[in-house]
C-alpha cells in the first residue's frame, strides 16, 4: 500500500483518534498532520511492518503524550459546572457529554489513550496493547483506574469486583 492510499483510506480515522485523545480538533489536525510527515519519511519501513496501523496510531498517541509533557504547552481548566439537566432536555444531554469528556481530559495520558482506544476505537486489549508497547494486563489496569477515577469524580457506585 502506498503512502497516498494509505492516507486516503485511514486519515480521517486517525484524525478522529488525535480528537479524542487531545479533546481540541484543530490541535488533532495538527497532531496527524505532524506525525502523517514523519510517517512519510519511514513509509517504506512502517509499511513492511505487520500492522502499519498499529505503528501509526502508536506515533500519534507518542506525539500527544510528548506535545503534553513541553512546559509551554500547560493549559489551565477551570472545574465550572451547571445543575444536572432534565431528562429529553438535549442541550442538557450534550452538557453532560461536555462534562464527561472535561473528566476523561484530566485523566492521565496513559488512561485516556486507553479508554480512547478501547471504547471509541473498538479495539482489543492486545491491539492497544501493541499501540502503547505495554502488556494487555497493564492496558486492563489502566482501563480500571481510569474508570474507578471517572466514578469516583462523577460520584457514581463504584463496581465492586466487575469488570469494566
Known amino acids: 500500500m502506498t503512502f497516498e492510499e494509505y492516507v486516503g483510506s485511514r486519515g480521517p480515522a486517525l484524525v478522529r483518534l488525535a480528537r479524542l485523545l487531545t479533546g481540541d480538533e484543530h490541535r488533532a489536525e495538527d497532531l496527524t498532520q505532524e506525525v502523517l510527515s514523519r510517517a512519510y519519511v519511514h513509509w517504506r519501513k512502517i509499511s513492511r511492518a505487520d500492522r502499519p496501523d498499529v505503528y501509526v496510531r502508536r506515533m500519534l498517541v507518542n506525539a500527544n503524550n510528548s506535545w503534553w509533557r513541553r512546559r509551554s504547552n500547560r493549559e489551565l481548566s477551570i472545574d465550572t459546572f451547571v445543575d444536572r439537566p432534565h431528562r429529553g432536555d438535549l442541550g442538557g444531554e450534550a452538557a453532560e457529554r461536555d462534562e464527561m469528556w472535561r473528566l ?46 471517572l466514578r469516583e469524580r462523577c460520584g457514581a457506585p463504584a463496581a465492586n469486583g466487575s469488570r469494566p
Open 104 to 149: 476523561i481530559l484530566g485523566l492521565p495520558d496513559r488512561q485516556r489513550a486507553v479508554l480512547v482506544l478501547r471504547y471509541y476505537e473498538d479495539l482489543d486489549d492486545a491491539t492497544i496493547a501493541q499501540i502503547l508497547d505495554c502488556s494487555p494486563v497493564t492496558v486492563r489496569t489502566h482501563a480500571m483506574r481510569a474508570l474507578a477515577n
